[in-house]
C-alpha cells in the first residue's frame, strides 16, 4: 500500500512539475491557440495582458525615399534573434525598422511594411492581422516573425508549441518560391536550390530579371512540384491566398523606387540574393514611389488554379475550397473565421476573448471595401459581439 501511496505521489508530484515547466518556459509571443482550458489557466497569469491598440493610418509621406540610411544599417543577427519564411519581415529586423529579434507587435509590424517597403495601409492591415490571429499571442499583442519548434512542456506537447510565422498550415504554406515545404523538415532558411530556380526561370521567362511574367510561371511551377513530392501538399483558404500574393511581392517591393519604364518592376538577381538569402537591402535603395497594394490576381490569372490538396500520396491533388479561396474572398474570410479561429480557440474567456473580438475587428477593417466604401464581406461574430 505505501508503495502504491509512494508511485502515485511521484506521478503527481512530476505532473505538477511538468506543468510548472511548461508555463515558465511559455514564450511572450507564443500562440495560445491550440492550448486546453488547463494550460490555458497555466499560462495566462504569467503573461503580461495588454488591450490591442488600433492599428496605425498611412505615413505622412508615401513617396519614394531612401531606406538604407544611416538611421537604419544593417545588423547580423545575434543570438536569440530569429527570422523567418519572410524575406521582406527578415529585412525590416536586420535594418531594424522591426525589432532586431524578430518580435513585434502588429502595430510595430504595419509602420515597419509602410515605412520599409511603402505597403498600402489596408494591406498592411490585412496581412498582419490575419498572421496575428492565428501565430501570434492575442494577449500579449506580440509576433516572432519566425522560431523553432519548441518541446518544452508536457507529453504530448501541446499543439500550439511552434513559433511564430513558421507555424505551418496558417499563414506559412507550401509551394514557396525560395523556402521548403515543412514535409522535408525546414520551411523557414533559405533555400539554395529553389533559389537557382527562381534564376533560371528569371533567365527563361524575364531575359535574367524576375518580373510578374516570371511570377506566374513559377509560381504555377511550384505548385507542380509540391504536388509531385509533398504528400500532405496543402494549398487551402488563407494559403490560397497568400500563395499569389507573396509571388507578386518581390517585382513590386523589392525594386528601387527610382526605376521607371522598363526597368520598373524588373528585380535583378544580385538585389533578389540580397533579401532573400542576405536579409538586407542592398546600398543606396529606395522603397517604391508609391504604396503599393500587392497584385495577386495578376500571378493567379497566368495559371488559375483552384484551391485543394495531396490526398493520400503524391500526385493526388484534390480540389477543396471548403475553407475559401481567391476566388472567394468572402467566403476565405468566414471559413477562416468560424472555421480556422474557432477551431484555435474553441471557447475562449476574459481576457483572451477580448482581445480576440478586438483584433478581428481590426482584421474585418481591412478587408475590400466598394468604391462607397462599404465593406464587400458580410462580418461575423465567432465570439459575440463584445
Known amino acids: ?65 531612401l531606406v538604407n540610411d544611416k538611421a537604419h544599417p544593417f545588423k547580423p543577427l545575434k543570438k536569440g534573434d530569429v527570422r523567418g519564411p519572410c524575406p521582406g519581415l527578415n529585412t525590416l529586423a536586420s535594418h531594424g525598422y522591426l525589432p532586431r529579434n524578430g518580435v513585434a507587435s502588429p502595430s510595430q509590424i504595419i509602420d515597419a511594411v509602410q515605412e520599409g517597403f511603402n505597403m498600402e495601409n489596408e494591406l ?60 522535408f523538415g525546414d520551411n523557414h532558411n533559405f533555400n539554395q536550390e529553389l533559389f537557382d530556380q527562381f534564376k533560371n526561370f528569371s533567365a527563361v521567362y524575364g531575359n535574367g530579371f524576375f518580373n510578374m511574367t516570371v511570377a506566374g510561371e513559377l ?44 526597368e520598373a518592376g524588373q528585380l535583378d538577381m544580385a538585389t533578389a540574393e540580397s533579401f532573400f538569402r542576405d536579409m538586407m537591402y542592398p546600398p543606396d535603395f529606395f522603397r517604391p514611389a508609391a504604396p503599393v497594394a500587392g497584385d495577386a490576381g495578376a500571378i493567379f490569372l497566368a495559371h488559375p488554379f483552384q484551391p485543394g490538396r495531396n490526398v493520400g500520396g503524391v500526385n493526388n491533388f484534390t480540389v477543396d475550397d471548403s475553407l475559401g479561396s481567391l476566388l472567394d474572398f468572402c467566403g476565405f474570410y468566414e471559413n477562416f473565421v468560424n472555421k480556422t479561429l474557432k477551431a484555435l480557440y474553441p471557447n475562449p474567456k476574459g481576457v483572451l476573448r477580448r482581445n480576440l473580438n478586438i483584433n478581428l475587428q481590426f482584421f474585418f477593417e481591412s478587408l475590400p471595401k466598394d468604391e462607397s466604401g462599404t465593406p464587400v464581406c458580410t462580418q461575423v461574430f465567432p465570439y459575440g459581439r463584445n
Do not use: C
Request: hydrophobic share 40%.
Open 1 to 65: 500500500m505505501n508503495g502504491l501511496f509512494a508511485t502515485v505521489k511521484l506521478a503527481l508530484v512530476t505532473l505538477l512539475a511538468s506543468q510548472s515547466q511548461f508555463a515558465n518556459a511559455f514564450p511572450a509571443w507564443q500562440s495560445l491557440g491550440g492550448l486546453s482550458e488547463r494550460q490555458l489557466d497555466e499560462v495566462m497569469p504569467m503573461l503580461k495582458h495588454r488591450v490591442p491598440p488600433p492599428p496605425p493610418g498611412p505615413p505622412a509621406f508615401t513617396g519614394a525615399k
Open 124 to 183: 498592411a492591415r490585412f496581412t498582419t492581422y490575419v498572421a496575428h490571429l492565428v501565430d501570434g499571442n492575442l494577449v500579449t499583442d506580440l509576433l516572432s516573425i519566425g522560431e523553432k519548434t519548441r518541446k518544452t512542456g508536457p507529453d504530448p506537447p501541446p499543439p500550439a508549441i511552434v513559433g511564430g510565422l513558421n507555424n505551418h498550415g496558417t499563414f506559412e504554406g507550401d509551394a514557396s518560391l525560395t523556402r521548403g515545404d515543412a514535409f
Open 219 to 262: 509560381r504555377f511551377h511550384r505548385i507542380q512540384q509540391s504536388i509531385a513530392t509533398n504528400p500532405e501538399f496543402s494549398l487551402v483558404g488563407l494559403r490560397h491566398l497568400t500563395a499569389y500574393a507573396e509571388a507578386s511581392f518581390p517585382s513590386l517591393f523589392f525594386v528601387d523606387g527610382r526605376k521607371t519604364g522598363a
